[in-house]
């Protein structure tokens, strides 16, 4: 599985429940009863119920974020900027 950064766009979100209800570990609802990731970095155990819910949420308000390649994608940024000095 890709690691995943997971978060809701509250403006897409409809509150219907489905990622809570499949993976109440990683989404919860918020103060205002919209769906909220409580994680920032999905932990491996969920990753496949993530992508389940990423998939499953009618709105697809669910935005997952690979991270497997953040570290090259810094050190391409940081290099970019030595050239510009
Ligand atoms: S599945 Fe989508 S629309 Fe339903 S509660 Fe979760 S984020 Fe909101």
């Given at each position: 599985?890709?690691?995943?950064?997971?978060?809701?766009?509250?403006?897409?979100?409809?509150?219907?429940?489905?990622?809570?209800?499949?993976?109440?570990?990683?989404?919860?609802?918020?103060?205002?009863?919209?769906?909220?990731?409580?994680?920032?970095?999905?932990?491996?155990?969920?990753?496949?119920?993530?992508?389940?819910?990423?998939?499953?949420?009618?709105?697809?308000?669910?935005?997952?974020?690979?991270?497997s390649n953040a570290d090259e994608e810094e050190d391409v940024l940081?290099?970019?900027?030595?050239?510009?000095?």
């Amino acid at each position: 599985m890709i690691p995943l950064k997971v978060y809701v766009d509250p403006d897409l979100c409809i509150s219907c429940g489905a990622c809570i209800d499949l993976c109440p570990e990683v989404f919860d609802w918020n103060e205002e009863g919209i769906a909220e990731a409580q994680v920032d970095e999905v932990p491996k155990e969920f990753e496949d119920l993530v992508q389940e819910a990423l998939e499953s949420c009618p709105t697809s308000a669910i935005i997952g974020e690979d991270i497997s390649n953040a570290d090259e994608e810094e050190d391409v940024l940081s290099m970019e900027e030595e050239k510009e000095e």
